[in-house]
């Protein structure tokens, strides 16, 4: 199964529209449909608020929104802290706390992860700075 990050689902609606590639679109629409697909309740109500068309493609394709829990929320806490933010003082090269939440969607479930993030070839010597893939390929995360 792979989850979705709202990067990876927006570029897609944005660069290779339904209108140009109709093929695509089925395929995805049916991976949706029958679960193999997913997205976090974040990733959902991310892609609401950046495009409520794309919302609407991925609700009328029954998309399964995996729903928020108290274990995500202590997995998102975790990989927080061991990237040394505190309170709300996330860095803006890095992962935000969305971004957290999404991942440790996929550690509970051992779901891959789909992000439009680019991997850091060198990470930052702040681990704070570090994006989605350098957060996922984390020891204590691994998430593919």
């Given at each position: 199964?792979?989850?979705?990050?709202?990067?990876?689902?927006?570029?897609?609606?944005?660069?290779?529209?339904?209108?140009?590639?109709?093929?695509?679109?089925?395929?995805?629409?049916?991976?949706?449909?029958?679960?193999?697909?997913?997205?976090?309740?974040?990733?959902?109500?991310e892609t609401k608020?950046?495009?409520?068309?794309?919302?609407?493609?991925?609700?009328?394709?029954?998309?399964?929104?995996k729903p928020m829990?108290?274990?995500?929320?202590?997995?998102?806490?975790?990989?927080?802290?061991?990237?040394?933010?505190?309170?709300?003082?996330?860095?803006?090269?890095?992962?935000?706390?969305?971004?957290?939440?999404?991942?440790?969607?996929?550690?509970?479930?051992?779901?891959?992860?789909?992000?439009?993030?680019?991997?850091?070839?060198?990470?930052?010597?702040?681990?704070?700075?570090?994006?989605?893939?350098?957060?996922?390929?984390?020891?204590?995360?691994?998430?593919?």
């Open positions: 199964m792979l989850a979705f990050d709202t990067s990876s689902i927006i570029h897609a609606w944005d660069h290779y529209p339904l209108k140009q590639f109709p093929g695509l679109w089925k395929w995805l629409g049916e991976e949706f449909k029958a679960g193999r697909f997913v997205v976090s309740v974040v990733a959902d109500d608020q950046r495009d409520a068309d794309c919302h609407a493609w991925l609700h009328a394709h029954n998309v399964h929104v829990t108290q274990a995500i929320l202590d997995d998102a806490l975790i990989i927080k802290t061991s990237l040394g933010i505190s309170s709300d003082r996330y860095h803006v090269d890095g992962v935000g706390e969305r971004d957290l939440i999404i991942i440790a969607t996929c550690m509970q479930d051992g779901t891959e992860l789909v992000s439009n993030e680019n991997v850091q070839n060198q990470l930052p010597q702040n681990p704070a700075r570090y994006k989605i893939p350098a957060v996922c390929s984390m020891t204590t995360v691994n998430v593919s």
